[in-house]
């Protein structure tokens, strides 16, 4: 039964009044009613979602390898560009979430970004369909020629347009799929879940076929049909959004909490000499709104100084209805613990930057390495493209997700007597623990590989000239199964942190705070790749990221990143100890590195 159906009667009888009237229609209690599309609407979001993510990830699973090979890029310089085009793309959320939420609302956001996608795709097609768009062919061992300014041009453009992308769909497309069911029934909470389970399915299922069919035929084929399918793929993304347009419902933006956030540090700067009153409860601007949709906060004793925003002066006035005549002076109390909420989140947040790190390197480095192992499929002469063994961090995940929650889940319940077994923090911290342990083993099967290439017979030369190794491609393994299980604890425990710890209206940032942390961690790792590039060439060792893995210290670099994460693993302690999850008062702080 879809969520119309569960309307009372005198709403009923009001839908029929005003026809198909969506955001128009009234109860008698004067609330504002809409019309949900529920069910109806699914099959165009989660086409639209489909497609979208079989282009996006299509595109941009193989880049390492198509710079290096068709760009003639070093390994050095398409590593740093992927990690600032995916920093980039990552950090766009946090504009489009604004821009969304002040100005175009979701709808428009998703269709705009849904197009400039589109024109990326089609951008990098072109850059492999057309001759004069790439360098020419690299014979292996000859001097390989670089991009020209224009052909560089042309793809930094194609990159751009992906940016833009990214940045509307990312923060917009999970809440657009709930906003088509009514929260406030049985059906419309079912369907609300049951659209998360399809989103990550067909994220899972994007992902899966990217990874085997698409990079295959890039690989095999032809990068201009492996390009080219991606494109198609977004055009008909596109399609579906716009062909359910009479369908949706149509949220109108509402204004962006950044500046309530902005109103409270500026009015506690303005009365930073005023000492803050010990009868609190009493001398503190207490107004909340009677709509608001965020929940009443405790107050707390931590960044005392913000409390001065909700001081009230003698120039301070209050209208006849309780707000503030003047937001910028005077600030309510639950304003000032709503902001609050976002800076006990920064700590945790930060955190994040240097974890993502060891995993961004499965993305690169990972398919530098399967370039120079046997990739024979057991005895036939079949190879496996070398991006499609990041499967295997899929697949981990794949497994590792229900058999957490059907089954480790309900017995760390029972162990512990808490709802989801352990802490969300302390999920994060395990997942940080094993992605030191996958940065590790890289570095051990990175050392091996290299041995056996300089002790045994190669099986040939790359593109590049570098000896291929006998050592098979299987053994990265492993680290990507590793690399997976860390995303299974930390990333789906950093996503429901966000959603849970902000505000209520502080979705659109809560679901962009990820992405920005991811962004971080990508331009970070573009600089770290350089410097240890630049350091190690003239050093004794030889130049740790050689394009030629086997005259490079890969493993090194490995080594160096796993210390970064140990040291960022102690920081993540101090800062979980010191969290005060939302919920909690003064006298109840949850210690999230009990049991970890």
């Known amino acids: 039964m879809g969520d119309e159906e569960k309307q009372t009667p005198a709403t009923l009888e009001i839908s029929m009044e005003n026809g198909n009237l969506k955001e128009e229609t009234t109860t008698s209690n004067e609330e504002p009613e809409i019309k949900y599309g529920g069910i109806k609407a699914m099959p165009f979001v989660i086409g639209n979602e489909t497609f979208e993510k079989l282009g996006t990830v299509g595109s941009s699973t193989n880049l390492a390898v198509y710079l290096t090979t068709v760009f003639n890029m070093k390994s050095v ?65 000859a001097v390989c020629a670089g991009p020209t300014s224009w052909q560089l041009a042309f793809l930094l453009s194609g990159f751009a347009f992906l940016v833009i992308g990214a940045g509307g769909i990312r923060p917009c497309n999970l809440a657009f799929g709930a906003d088509q069911f009514n929260p406030n029934t049985e059906s419309g909470k079912r369907g609300i879940t049951s659209f998360f389970n399809w989103y990550y399915f067909t994220f899972t299922f994007a992902v899966m076929i990217s990874v085997t069919g698409i990079v295959y035929v890039q690989s095999n084929v032809s990068w201009a049909i492996g390009l080219g399918i991606p494109a198609f793929l977004m055009l008909l993304s596109c399609v579906m959004f716009f062909v359910g347009t009479s369908i949706y419902v149509i949220v109108k933006p509402q204004g962006s909490p950044i500046t309530g956030i902005v109103q409270v540090l500026v009015a506690a700067t303005k009365k ?29 004793e931590q960044f005392r100084c913000l409390d001065k925003a909700a001081i009230i002066t003698d120039e301070n006035q209050i209208n006849l209805d309780g707000t503030a005549t003047n937001p910028w002076k005077l600030c309510s109390i639950q304003q000032v613990e709503e902001v609050k909420c976002l800076l006990r989140i920064i700590p945790i947040w930060s955190t994040s930057i240097l974890y993502h790190i060891p995993l961004l390197q499965q993305q690169t480095y990972a398919v530098f390495q399967a370039l120079q192992m046997d990739r024979r499929l057991g005895t036939t002469s079949f190879k496996v493209p070398a991006a499609t063994y990041i499967i295997f961090t899929m697949l981990t995940l794949t497994i590792w997700i229900p058999l957490y929650d059907r089954i480790i889940v309900p017995f760390l319940q029972r162990l512990t007597g808490k709802d989801g ?51 098979s ?36 940032i809560a679901g962009s705070a990820f992405f920005a942390g991811g962004a971080l961690s990508n331009y970070l790792s573009g600089v770290l790749v350089s410097v240890v590039h630049q350091i190690t060439s003239g050093s004794k060792t030889g130049d740790w990221l050689d394009d030629d893995l086997n005259k490079g210290k890969l493993d090194y670099f490995y080594y160096v990143i796993a210390g970064l994460g140990i040291l960022n693993f102690g920081y993540f302690l101090l800062c979980a100890k010191w969290y005060r999850y939302k919920d909690a008062d003064d006298s109840t702080v949850e210690m999230a590195t009990k049991g970890i």
């Open 77 to 141: 310089t398409a590593t740093t560009l992927i990690n600032v085009f995916t920093g980039t793309t990552n950090l766009a959320p946090l504009i489009g979430a604004y821009l969304s939420d002040t100005y175009f609302g979701r709808y428009w956001t998703l269709g705009f970004a849904s197009v400039f996608s589109f024109l990326g795709m089609v951008v990098l097609m072109l850059t492999a369909a057309i001759s004069t768009m790439h360098p020419p062919k690299c014979a292996p061992g």
């Open 272 to 300: 930073r000499g005023l000492k803050v009153p010990d009868n609190s409860a009493m001398s503190l601007f207490n107004y909340i709104p009677a709509k608001s949709i965020n929940s009443k906060l405790p107050r707390t």
């Open 421 to 471: 077994g352990i802490t969300l923090l302390q999920r994060m911290g395990i997942g940080m623990i094993l992605a030191i342990l996958c940065t590790v083993v890289s570095g051990l099967v990175e050392e091996n590989r290299r041995h056996i290439a300089l002790t045994r017979p190669p099986l040939g030369l790359t593109n590049k000239g570098g000896s291929i190794s006998s050592m």
């Open 473 to 508: 491609g299987m053994w990265l393994i492993p680290q990507l199964a590793l690399s997976g299980l860390s995303e299974g604890f930390n990333y789906i425990a950093q996503i429901e942190f966000y959603y849970k710890q902000f505000p209520e209206n502080m979705r659109s």
